[in-house]
């Protein structure tokens, strides 16, 4: 799992494979918030934190092995 914390107000979050595509995608509205990513295969991921304009908040590279 992926913990995402201390994040103010409504954001989306998107994890993207290494050739982009989007492969989970959520709205977070809480404080903290829990992403499973235990059906997914193991590699790289990028997970973006978007806030309401659109803009990136947050980048986080992710390995699942």
Do not use: P
């Not at 799992?1 to 954001?11: A, L, P």
């Not at 903290?32 to 980048?59: E, M, P």
């Amino acid at each position: 799992n992926i913990v995402i914390q201390d994040i103010e107000g409504n954001c989306s979050m998107q994890l993207l494979d290494l050739s982009g595509r989007i492969v989970s995608e959520s709205i977070i509205n809480t404080v903290r918030s829990n992403v499973d990513i235990s059906d997914f295969n193991a590699g790289s991921y990028i997970l973006l934190i978007k806030d309401q304009s659109s803009s990136i908040v947050g980048k986080q590279l992710i390995i699942k092995k």
